[in-house]
């Protein structure tokens, strides 16, 4: 480490003002700043200080979302040769699997990571301003909420659109309304339906004697229970994104999270109690099979376990009161149950429900942030502010 400290030491000066290459300080920045920890520090007035800074923050998001990576990946390989072979076990082709899943996701993290790099680099150099972190989690997001065989051209479209049209026209990271990485899977769901929806998309080169249906679109054409078992959908050994299929690897990272305080408990907490409460409601008043499946199918059927860990917690885009979160998330919840159980032409629910309130987040907050307010001028008034 001391020798790449020194040589990133001599050429440092060639990138700022003065230097051969003063248009490329914030990519050597954000080079650098990537390797070591930064040098700036605070001169002037109170600071609070932790060990929480943007890097460390981010690493711990990637770091928890290894293992819903790790699972996908090694489903990718399962539900390919499964449908090939049905009497195939889960362990029976341990090797194969995640050889075969690697080759299909790998690709797909690299698309995410050059496009979106390339285009937050180029901002920051037109702009003059340092390289934000943000993208090692949206790199990383994308091609988890992706089905494991997406066009790589269409990824990268995506990519594209998410980070320019979601971040960039907006000032960049920090200043975005939208999650980036559901902003890329609305995109395709949108502009290319084929790729993003259907039996064929969610098994890569499946047989086409095998189903390849997932439990949201087994409900959704009036099936009375999903052929896959709760535990079955518990564990993620079922068709679906690349990183959504497993409940048990995304608490492990929500544990990951929670633990570090990076995560919003509040916000986790809440998605699921509104989730909870749709469910319930459609079981007291709904008619048909899909209205009356246990509330806590929801939790393991598409991206809903994903999306209330990883997604709703953006704290770019989710509410920043406390209040704000406990309201922000049961939303999500109930929004999410609502569109996958009503809506015909959609099953999965969790991206709209995020993006509708990502949109509402800011009101949220506003109208918190206002009663707070009239109720401490009513305080003040009962105890004779006027007066004083």
Not at 49 to 78: Q, S
Not at 178 to 204: C, E, Q
Not at 272 to 290: E, H
Not at 346 to 356: A, D, F, N, T
Request: charged content about 15%.
């Amino acid at each position: 480490m001391k020798l790449l400290r020194n040589i990133l030491d001599n050429l440092k000066p060639d990138f700022e003002k003065g230097g051969k290459f003063p248009w490329l300080h914030s990519t050597f920045d954000a080079f650098e700043t990537f390797a070591f920890v930064p040098k700036t520090t605070t001169k002037n007035g109170a600071h609070f200080r932790d060990a929480l800074d943007m890097k460390r923050t981010m690493t711990m998001v990637i770091v928890a979302l290894i293992p819903a990576l790790l699972f996908g990946t090694y489903n990718i390989g399962y539900q390919h040769f499964l449908s090939l072979d049905p009497k195939i076990g889960f362990f029976d082709e341990i090797w194969n699997n995640l050889w075969y899943g690697i080759l299909k996701v790998l690709p797909i993290i690299i698309v995410s990571y050059v496009v979106g790099l390339s285009i937050e680099f180029g901002f920051a150099q037109w702009r003059g301003h340092e390289v934000n972190e943000g993208f090692l989690v949206t790199g990383m997001l994308i091609p988890l909420v992706m089905p494991p065989d997406v066009p790589l051209w269409q990824v990268a479209m995506a990519t594209a659109f998410s980070v320019v049209i979601g971040k960039e026209v907006f000032g960049g990271t920090g200043m975005n309304f939208l999650n980036p990485a559901l902003l890329a899977r609305a995109f395709l769901f949108f502009a290319f339906p084929s790729s993003m929806s259907g039996d064929n998309v969610w098994i890569a080169e499946k047989a086409d004697a095998f189903s390849g249906a997932t439990p949201l679109a087994e409900m959704m054409a009036g099936a009375s229970i999903p052929t896959h078992s709760f535990m079955e959908m518990l564990l993620g050994v079922m068709p679906g994104s690349i990183g959504e299929t497993s409940a048990i690897a995304i608490l492990l990272g929500a544990i990951l999270l929670l633990f570090t305080g990076i995560g919003s408990w509040r916000i986790m907490l809440s998605v699921f109690v509104g989730g909870a409460v749709m469910g319930l409601t459609f079981n007291l008043f709904g008619s048909n099979p899909y209205t009356q499946i246990p509330f806590y199918y929801h939790y393991v059927m598409g991206g809903f376990m994903f999306g209330a860990v990883f997604m709703a917690t953006d704290p770019v885009t989710a509410s920043q009161t406390n209040r704000g979160k406990w309201i922000y998330g049961f939303l999500i919840g109930v929004m999410a149950v609502l569109i996958r159980v009503v809506n015909p032409a959609y099953p999965e629910g969790m991206m709209l429900s995020i993006l509708l309130l990502n949109v509402f987040a800011p009101l949220i907050d506003y109208y918190v942030v206002d009663s707070n307010i009239k109720k401490r001028i009513k305080r003040w008034k009962m105890k004779g502010g006027e007066n004083v």
